[in-house]
């Protein structure tokens, strides 16, 4: 899979949420078949994962990855652990596969076979050690997980697939500003270019007027929004355009001249032309397979 797929597939299985606290916190090598998500809440921790030794404190998040063999060498101080052992994707087995605390020799061939593939770290390139700025928001949402785990209900099922989601989402988030510095020192900056593009869509938007919104030098304004929304200013202007335009396909009566009038095209052949190399089909196609023939029209 690649990126976009994996995204699209993930569907987790929360297999234990603990709030661990212990006063020495010491662990024999092993490896896990799935992952497990730490946050040290209190406490220093002396840990090997795989062939790097590692030094963490409070506000550091862990993630242990399926197979890698790994120890807690020694702890300092009490240590609040609070953690979760979960499947990225839906596996069949998902009702079997234990907790483990041996070494990959140590086990036997149906246990390596629960074994998951490290989609996180392969993928999304998630580390081991995760050092964010938001670690606080994560350990929230970490918080409220192992509170609704400790309680469940007939819904947890999807509580805690949305909640597993949100944490991988910030943990993402996290990792992308800690790459680029930039990215949270202008992040109300980049919601104001954002917001203007989205509320001026329809017309010619200017490069030098976004980087003045975002009070930005026009080379740092375009590197800073490509860094955070993975599409240059006009590419998302393009994205949100062919958004308005599909909704309108859908839920109006409007003709395809006036529905390219509307999101900002002078003539439907430019519409058209942008259309099908935004979206892979031509708005005509995907009007006669999505249209609400029913739908009332939309005025503006």
């Known amino acids: 899979m690649d990126r976009q797929q994996l995204l ?23 490896i896990i078949f799935d992952y497990e998500l730490l946050y040290v809440e209190q406490g220093e921790l002396d840990i090997r994962i795989g062939g790097d030794s590692l030094t963490v404190f409070p506000g550091d998040l862990l993630l242990f990855k399926p197979g890698i063999e790994h120890e807690f060498v020694r702890s300092r101080g ?28 140590e086990c036997s061939q149906q246990e390596l076979s629960w074994l998951r593939p490290d989609w996180l770290g392969s993928v999304l390139e998630i580390p081991h050690l995760i050092r964010v700025q938001n670690h606080a928001e994560i350990h929230q949402e970490l918080m409220r997980l192992i509170h609704a785990y400790e309680r469940r ?4 099922p999807l509580l805690q697939k949305s909640l597993v989601l949100d944490i991988l989402y910030l943990v993402i988030k996290g990792l992308k500003a800690a790459g ?9 900056a980049m919601e104001r270019a954002v917001t203007h593009i989205m509320e001026h869509y329809d017309t010619v938007i200017r490069l030098e ?23 240059s200013p006009h590419q998302f202007q393009i994205r949100y ?6 909704e309108l396909m859908m839920y109006s009566r409007l003709s395809l001249s006036a529905i390219a ?20 089909i031509s708005p005509k196609k995907y009007m006669s397979t999505h249209a609400s023939m029913g739908a009332p029209e939309i005025h503006h």
């Open 8 to 30: 699209q597939a993930l569907s987790p299985y929360v297999r234990r949420a603990w709030h661990h606290k212990v006063d020495r916190m010491k662990l024999a090598p092993r």
């Open 153 to 156: 209900d007939a819904e947890f």
């Open 180 to 188: 680029h510095g930039r990215l949270s020192l202008h992040q109300a």
């Open 261 to 280: 009038e509307q999101v900002g095209y002078s003539s439907i052949y430019a519409f058209s032309k942008a259309f099908k190399s935004a979206c892979g």
């Open 78 to 105: 009490p240590c609040w652990m609070p953690h979760i052992h979960f499947d990225a994707l839906y596996y069949e087995d998902y009702e079997e596969v234990p907790i483990n605390f041996k070494l990959r020799a």
């Open 209 to 231: 007027d976004l980087s003045k919104t975002a009070c930005l030098s026009l080379y740092h304004f375009s590197r800073v929004f490509k860094q955070t929304y993975d599409v």
């Open 241 to 246: 355009r062919m958004e308005r335009a599909k």
